[in-house]
Antibody, heavy 119, light 112 residues
Framework: EVQLVESGGGLVQPGGSLRLSCAASGFAFSSFYTAWVRQAPGKGLEWVGRISHRADNFATLYAASVRGRFIISRDDSKKSAYLEMNSLQHEDTAVYYC??????????WGQGILVTVSS | DIVLTQTPLSSPVTLGQPVSISCRSSQSLVNSDGNTYLNWLQQRPGQPPRLLLYKISNRFSGVPDRFSGSGAGTDFTLRISRVEAEDVGVYYCMQAMLPLPTFGQGTTVEIK
């Protein structure tokens, strides 16, 4: 069974940092891209960014709203992806999802993890 | 960025009746490889999103055949042939063209 489990969320002050993890199981993690998508409370989905697999040189891509502040990485030996978030702002408050991306389709999603930016 | 506009934003429907959701793109979604990477997702209340259809009309694993997709270029439609209670939720179209993927604003399907 394909599973993605996010962790590392919580409450952080404006300007602070947080690192989310996405642990995968049930499939060949190293063969797929991993995407991050967020959803602010009561709002729609917003693509955050993604990291490709080794064959595509672990290339990363980011939404304009997070570029320069967020960094996506992965460790295939741990079947995990990471979202490092810096200079967090109130508007970054959201549930963050990781998803398995295959040919531009987000096939499987984690349950999500809440990040709250507040003083 | 490519903007996806969904209509309607809310759709009350009677159980067993059909419902259609439109998704219009600000530019053609035909990729240079000839594919159109327009996907549909469902988000039930309190749940993460779930992929329903990819590349316009291909049902993902486990998706019932009452869900279908159509369209081309800039105009796409998701259709549920006979709505069931478990179909309540928000439906999003999503495009995965470069440079950046974007989502529609979502359409809420509720039972009358």
């Amino acid at each position: 069974e394909v599973q993605l489990v996010e962790s590392g969320g919580g409450l952080v002050q404006p300007g602070g940092s947080l690192r989310l993890s996405c642990a995968a199981s049930g499939f060949a993690f190293s063969s797929f891209y991993t995407a991050w998508v967020r959803q602010a409370p009561g709002k729609g989905l917003e693509w955050v960014g993604r990291i490709s697999h080794r064959a595509d040189n672990f290339a990363t891509l980011y939404a304009a709203s997070v570029r320069g502040r967020f960094i996506i990485s992965r460790d295939d030996s741990k079947k995990s992806a990471y979202l490092e978030m810096n200079s967090l702002q109130h508007e970054d408050t959201a549930v963050y999802y990781c998803a398995r991306e295959n040919w531009s389709a987000f096939e499987y999603w984690g349950q999500g993890i809440l990040v709250t930016v507040s003083s | 960025d490519i903007v996806l506009t969904q209509t309607p934003l809310s759709s009350p429907v009677t159980l067993g009746q059909p419902v259609s959701i439109s998704c219009r793109s600000s530019q053609s979604l035909v990729n240079s490889d000839g594919n159109t990477y327009l996907n549909w997702l469902q988000q039930r209340p309190g749940q993460p999103p779930r992929l329903l259809l990819y590349k316009i009309s291909n049902r993902f694993s486990g998706v019932p055949d009452r869900f279908s997709g159509s369209g081309a270029g800039t105009d796409f439609t998701l259709r549920i042939s006979r709505v069931e209670a478990e179909d309540v939720g928000v439906y999003y179209c999503m495009q995965a063209m470069l440079p950046l993927p974007t989502f529609g604003q979502g359409t809420t399907v509720e039972i009358k």
